[in-house]
């Protein structure tokens, strides 16, 4: 593999990490930190919901998590099999598996949602990994 082709172990990390504090971040309705981890032009597509523009994420997400709160629902995004691949120089393609799951607190029901695949194009910018692009393919739609 040529030198520029190649990626550190800490950059390894970083963006194994993006998966994780993306779903931290989301479920825990931190919506600030959330967007954070999104370059600010980056193109979003969940399951067919697409956003060209950060800012109509954060609309959705505020409401989404908002809805869940006052319904005593927690949602929770579990990342696996996370693997990166170097594309060029500050850019990476990482994929990863996903199990979506909800717990309706009044009900003391747990139940998954659904299964998945994200696959994000992510950039080096200021020295900081972010995510540039992100698809997410869901085995069948979530709730």
């Known amino acids: 593999m040529s030198e520029h082709k190649r990626l550190s172990t800490a950059d390894r990390l ?5 998966f994780a504090r993306y779903g931290h971040s989301y479920d825990g309705g931190r919506i600030d930190d959330y967007m954070a981890l999104f370059a600010s032009d980056a193109h979003i ?8 523009n950060p800012q109509a994420l954060r609309t ?3 409401r989404r998590v908002q809805g869940f709160a ?6 929770r995004h579990l990342f696996t099999n996370i693997a990166v691949e170097p594309i060029e120089p500050g850019r990476a ?9 909800s717990s309706d607190r009044a009900r003391g029901e747990w139940r998954p ?3 998945g695949l994200y696959t994000a ?3 080096k910018i200021g020295g900081r990994w972010q995510i540039c692009r ?3 393919h869901f085995d069948h739609a979530p709730a």
């Open 60 to 62: 959705v997400a505020e």
């Open 93 to 101: 393609q990482a994929v990863a598996y996903c199990l979506i799951t």
């Open 113 to 115: 949602l659904t299964t």
């Open 121 to 123: 194009e992510v950039c």
């Open 45 to 52: 597509d969940l399951g067919g919901h697409i956003f060209d």
């Open 70 to 75: 006052d319904g005593g629902i927690q949602r």
């Open 134 to 136: 992100l698809q997410a």
């Open 14 to 18: 970083a963006i194994a990490e993006l």
